[in-house]
């Protein structure tokens, strides 16, 4: 199977820090990213689509300017949460697709003080 | 109302016993069925794929999908403890590399 590696897999800062994310897909290419949101007990909320070199698309109520979302590449991209606040603690998930196959990464674990 | 519902559970049951999960969906577009399971803190995994009605058995696993009444499930036969996990539905109106909706999990327990 396809293998996504997301790093860092945890991470702890403090508030009013931004945090970056990576989402590699280490085997295909993915033409479209996704991204998405898990709060504890809770599903998985999609946050945003990106393709490769556009920009993304957010969902309602996802602030672009706070997750800044980079697909530079067919095998990269990363989330940046901006100034981030206690309650932008989750596990935030990447998902590459390629050829109609979709792809989940292990998740990264964001704790915010 | 959520476009998918699912019984967060927790089910438990004892280990050989099958595992029932459902899901709901109001939305009829949905034309493309998946379950996930996730372990704890780590990212969803593919089980099944189905998109049209009926059964699709893939070893201890079977799901099924009734569009017309908008109800999906999944059977894990001869369950195991390492079956311990928490069980996603997810849809979409296309095939893979459309987002996907998913249900809020069914937390499932498996004991020996």
């Known amino acids: 199977g396809a293998v996504v590696s997301q790093h860092p897999s945890w991470v702890i800062c403090k508030s009013g820090t931004s945090v970056k994310i990576e989402c590699r897909s280490l085997?295909?290419?993915?033409?479209?990213m996704f991204w998405y949101r898990q709060f504890p007990k809770q599903s998985l909320m999609l946050m945003a689509t990106?393709?490769?070199?556009?920009?993304?698309?957010?969902e309602q109520g996802v602030e672009k300017d706070k997750f800044l979302i980079n697909h530079a590449s067919l095998t990269l991209s990363t989330l940046t949460v901006t100034s981030a606040h206690p309650e932008d603690s989750s596990f935030y998930i990447c998902?590459?697709?390629?050829?109609?196959?979709?792809?989940f990464g292990p998740g990264t674990r964001l704790t915010v003080l | 109302q959520k476009e998918v519902e699912q019984d967060p559970g927790p089910l438990s049951v004892p280990e050989g016993a099958i595992v029932s999960l459902n899901c709901t969906y109001s939305?009829?577009?949905?034309?493309?069925f998946m379950w996930y399971r996730q372990y704890s803190r780590k990212g969803p995994e593919l089980l099944m794929y189905?998109?049209?009605?009926g059964n699709k058995e893939d070893g201890r696993f079977t799901a099924q999908v009734d569009k017309s009444s908008k109800y999906i499930s999944l059977f894990i036969r001869d369950s195991q403890p390492s079956d311990s996990a928490t069980y996603l539905c997810?849809?979409?109106?296309?095939?893979?590399?459309?987002?996907?909706?998913f249900g809020g999990g069914t937390r499932v327990l498996v004991k020996p």
């Open positions: 189905t998109y049209s009605s």
């Open positions: 998902s590459p697709t390629s050829q109609n196959e979709q792809f």
């Open positions: 997810a849809m979409s109106g296309r095939a893979a590399g459309n987002k996907l909706t």
């Open positions: 085997d295909f290419q993915a033409t479209t």
């Open positions: 990106s393709n490769e070199g556009s920009k993304a698309t957010y």
């Open positions: 939305n009829s577009a949905f034309q493309y």
